[in-house]
Every structure is written in structure tokens, then in C-alpha cells.
T-cell receptor
């Protein structure tokens, strides 16, 4: 089971780039890395998913080093509305559903 | 907007009662997962259903049970409610089984008194 470790909280300011790192030392060969964002009283929302190197979409970038033992979610030019909890999940997309594990996440606070 | 709807949005029950929560999946999704999220914690996986069959279960007692219907909507049933069952219950649908990208509803807030 690939356990993930993230910082409990982070603070930043509007317009800054924010990087949240997730450690997953025992990631398996078939595991993908997925990040979700959650606002209070809402369900998590998919942000980005990747397997190796770099993935970019309209919202964020995901950097994965060659050993895949960690990953970094990068949010460019954050705004107040990016204040949320961010979760990193690691697992095989076709693997057992019982291995779905959300950690405690990273609480990101953006200040004006 | 994920296309996943849950009802009711809020619910208050007393200890020992039974509760049924409902979820309507996003169109075209044949897999639904249920999660329990206590205040300040990440979602905890309860179970997943694929084409009306249970496809994986987390560390929850048998009094947590579920159903998935032919139209892929789903129910979560909890019997003999305990105070610790107070939480936000989330439903998520996905187009495939396992740990595919999931689309979450806004959840049902259950309070057990």
C-alpha cells in the first residue's frame, strides 16, 4: 500500500506560485499519482493525474522525478479562491478499490 | 459541477436509528464509491460498487451496506447509528473501476445525537 506524506499546512500570497510536495516512497510500478482539491462542505475535485515526468493542464502542473518517490503539485499565480485542502493519492487505476487512501491533505491558505 | 448529486444534504438522527443516503451518478459512469469524512480529516473509503456488485471495501463494519441499481444510482445504508458516525458522507462516480479519476458529489452531512 503506497502511503503518502504531505505537509499539514502551507501559506502563500496572491499571485505567487505554490508548490506542494507529496512523498510516496513505496510507490508501485503500476501506480499513478492523482491530486484532488477540496473546499469546505464540498466533495473533492480532481485536479491532475500523472505517471512520470511532467503533466500540465489548465489548472496546475505535476512534476514527478525519475524515481517517482515523490511528486510536486504546482499552482501558478494563486488567488484567494485557491484556499483549500489538497490531497495526493497514489494507486493503480485498475487496482483494488479497497486501496483508495486519502491522507489528511495539505491545507493551503492564500492571503491578499 | 460534477453531475453527481446526493440527497439529502443534511440529516439528523439519533443513536440506534438507521439511515439511507442516496447518490445519482454522472451519466455514463458505471462505478460508484462511498466515503466517510470526519471533521478535519481526509475522506475514508467505505466501499465501491461496479455494475451492481461490491468491488472493494474499506475498514468499516457490516452495518455499513450499500446498493447500486441498474441505472447506476446508489444507496448507502447505515444501521444501529453511533455518535461517531456523524460525518460528511461523500459519493463519487467514475467511468471505470479501481482508482480511476472520481467525480464527487457535495455530500450528505449526517449528525447523530
Amino acid at each position: 500500500l503506497a502511503k503518502t506524506t504531505q505537509p499539514i499546512s502551507m501559506d502563500s500570497y496572491e499571485g505567487q506560485e505554490v508548490n506542494i510536495t507529496c512523498s510516496h516512497n513505496n510507490i508501485a510500478t503500476n501506480d499513478y499519482i492523482t491530486w484532488y482539491q477540496q473546499f469546505p462542505s464540498q466533495g473533492p475535485r480532481f485536479i491532475i493525474q500523472g505517471y512520470k515526468t511532467k503533466v500540465t493542464n489548465e489548472v496546475a502542473s505535476l512534476f514527478i522525478p525519475a524515481d517517482r518517490k515523490s511528486s510536486t503539485l504546482s499552482l501558478p499565480r494563486v488567488s484567494l479562491s485557491d484556499t483549500a485542502v489538497y490531497y495526493c493519492l497514489v494507486g493503480d487505476m485498475r487496482g483494488s478499490a479497497s486501496k483508495i487512501i486519502f491522507g489528511s491533505g495539505t491545507r493551503l491558505s492564500i492571503r491578499p | 459541477e460534477t453531475g453527481v448529486t446526493q440527497s439529502p444534504t443534511h440529516l439528523i438522527k439519533t443513536r440506534g436509528q438507521q439511515v439511507t443516503l442516496r447518490c445519482s451518478s454522472q451519466s455514463g459512469h458505471n462505478t460508484v464509491s462511498w466515503y466517510q469524512q470526519a471533521l478535519g480529516q481526509g475522506p475514508q473509503f467505505i466501499f465501491q460498487y461496479y455494475r451492481e456488485e461490491e468491488n472493494g471495501r474499506g475498514n468499516f463494519p457490516p452495518r455499513f451496506s450499500g446498493l447500486q441499481f441498474p441505472n447506476y444510482s446508489s444507496e448507502l445504508n447505515v444501521n444501529a447509528l453511533e455518535l461517531d458516525d456523524s460525518a460528511l458522507y461523500l459519493c463519487a462516480s467514475s467511468p471505470r473501476t479501481g482508482q480511476d479519476i472520481q467525480y464527487f458529489g457535495a455530500g450528505t452531512r449526517l449528525s447523530v445525537l
